[in-house]
């Protein structure tokens, strides 16, 4: 296909009925919001309602002219999208700078069909290119073209009709059932929507028949003359406390569960021929890609509840990744025996048993330990001297909790090397293990600061595409041998060859 002949196409007609029927949903909390405060006046209802549809029609059919005016078009080389009504505005994206293509299907959209399909250059969300909204079969042909033209597979003149490969009938990588989705809800409990809920109610407090944050008001309620629970005396406030109490965790547990619900419905992790097909999510359904040979480094984590029970959650970070989605989850609430063979299939390696792992530094932890009790030990010292009964109490339990805190670290954070990664654990209350390629970071980095430079320790920085990979408080010789080796690792690759499916066994 010649530049001269590319075809310039728009987006599915149905994508302005899709953008007019979500911009009258955003309208419904104003509209009533309005219809509240102006329910008793008449007169200004009469003159509301009609500049509201003004503005909605008026809205609308902007965004016909703006469908109107955008295309995009594939070439030999990139991909082209104009668009502008009084400007005209050209964008053209190499293939290769797009290292991935994902769809998206929002409620309303996935009611029509259509999906929105975003390349990812890797630069930062700002830099991605959006095209909303195309039929399915058309995200799946684009997502394919770019890929195999990224990957020269596509001759010149011809138009990559595949998709990628129908995987519903073979069994999944890994996939979460609604019990499985449910559970992970529980472990994911969140007071969000209580402080939701009160700033609402803070808002709207007018609107209700008494006032909520009456306490002496509530107290009445429960335990004045009449009520069931008078005479019982302060077991009637201990009851009210345990109730409300009681409220807030099922409103915990249910605003984890929801919102759980929402983004992990339907989980599903495939091993296709280009790469780990991931779809998942209730009213939002997304489906990704992520090329295996892409992926540079892995993300172990859990929590102090959830490492009781043997759940953890897998990410890989990508080429493909932003800053904004640095970690694509690849199985975020999971048994280990069930992470082992996903970490399999993007060639990397847990750690064996016999890795030989290092701890930070003592005067590195120590050094850490008296800077964080710098303000706390003064502040205790003079609170015994000047505060009354036993409030010095308060600055020394901070202290101890700072002190038991880096003594924790140190006992648990660690890092190690071998042949082929570069291995980072950290955290006690939520671990974390980070594993990455010696051969795909991008870089590595040493940092030191003043007290760094007196004490003999130093700090150890990898660069990848979705964020960075460090270690802190190495002894200023190991961190050089550390630096020395991950970069012959990564010159003695060719890194472009890594982006080719299959290269990095070759390069291992």
Not at 263 to 270: I, Q, S, T
Not at 277 to 293: A, E, K, N
Request: glycine share 8%; no cysteine.
């Amino acid at each position: 296909m010649s530049e001269s002949s590319r075809e310039a196409r728009r987006t599915d007609p149905r994508t302005v009925v899709v953008q007019a029927a979500s911009y009258i949903i955003s309208f419904v909390p104003a509209a009533i919001a309005i219809f509240i405060f102006t329910r008793d006046e008449a007169d200004k209802m009469a003159f509301i309602v009609p500049v509201l549809a003004l503005l909605i029609a008026v809205n609308i059919g902007g965004k016909y002219l703006q469908w109107t005016r955008f295309t995009y078009a594939t070439g030999d080389a990139d991909i082209r999208v104009e668009k502008g009504l009084l400007s005209r505005a050209a964008r053209s994206v190499p293939y290769e700078r797009v290292q991935d293509v994902s769809l998206e299907q929002k409620l309303v959209p996935r009611l029509f069909g259509l999906v929105e399909v975003r390349f990812e250059t890797g630069a930062g969300g700002k830099e991605d290119l959006t095209l909303a909204y195309l039929t399915e079969a058309e995200g799946e042909r684009l997502r394919e073209l770019v890929r195999e033209r990224r990957e020269g597979t596509v001759p010149a003149g011809e138009v990559a009709a595949t998709q990628v490969q129908e995987t519903d009938d073979a069994p999944p990588l890994f996939a979460m059932d609604e019990k499985r989705v449910f559970t992970f809800g529980i472990f994911e409990f969140s007071l969000a929507v209580v402080a939701v809920i009160g700033g609402l109610a803070q808002q709207f407090e007018f609107l209700l028949p008494f006032e909520l944050w009456d306490i002496d008001g509530w107290q009445e309620r429960l335990t004045g003359p009449g009520q069931q629970l008078a005479g019982l005396g302060p077991l009637a406030q201990a009851i009210g406390i345990i109730f409300a109490l009681a409220t807030l965790a099922v409103l915990g547990f249910a605003t984890g569960i929801v919102r759980t619900a929402l983004r992990e419905w339907g989980f599903r992790l495939d091993r296709t021929d280009k790469g780990l097909r991931r779809r998942r999510g209730l009213l939002t359904r997304t489906d990704l890609v992520m090329p295996v040979h892409r992926v540079q480094a892995l993300r172990l984590e859990t929590g102090f509840l959830r490492r009781l029970f043997g759940w953890y959650g897998l990410k890989v970070i990508s080429l493909a990744s932003d800053s904004g989605a640095a970690n694509h989850e690849a199985a975020p609430f999971a048994q280990m025996d069930e992470i082992a063979p996903i970490v399999a299939e993007t060639g990397f390696e847990l750690p064996p048993e016999n890795t030989q792992w290092h701890r930070a530094m003592d005067r590195y932890r120590l050094d850490k330990m008296l800077l964080a009790s710098a303000l706390l030990l003064p502040a205790t010292v003079l609170t015994i001297f000047i505060a009354d009964s036993i409030q010095w109490l308060i600055p020394a339990g901070l202290l101890g909790a700072a002190i038991l805190h880096h003594w924790w670290r140190w006992r648990h954070d660690r890092h190690a090397i071998d042949a082929k990664q570069v291995y980072s654990r950290h955290g006690w209350f939520s671990p974390s293990l980070a594993i990455g390629s010696r051969v795909k970071l991008q870089s590595a980095e040493i940092l030191q600061g003043p007290i760094a430079r007196r004490r003999g320790y130093a700090s150890l920085l990898f660069g990848l595409a979705g964020g960075n990979l460090r270690i802190h408080g190495m002894p200023l010789e190991t961190a050089r041998l550390w630096r020395v080796q991950i970069l012959d690792s990564i010159s003695g690759t060719d890194f472009s060859d890594l982006l080719e499916p299959g290269a990095e066994a070759q390069a291992a």
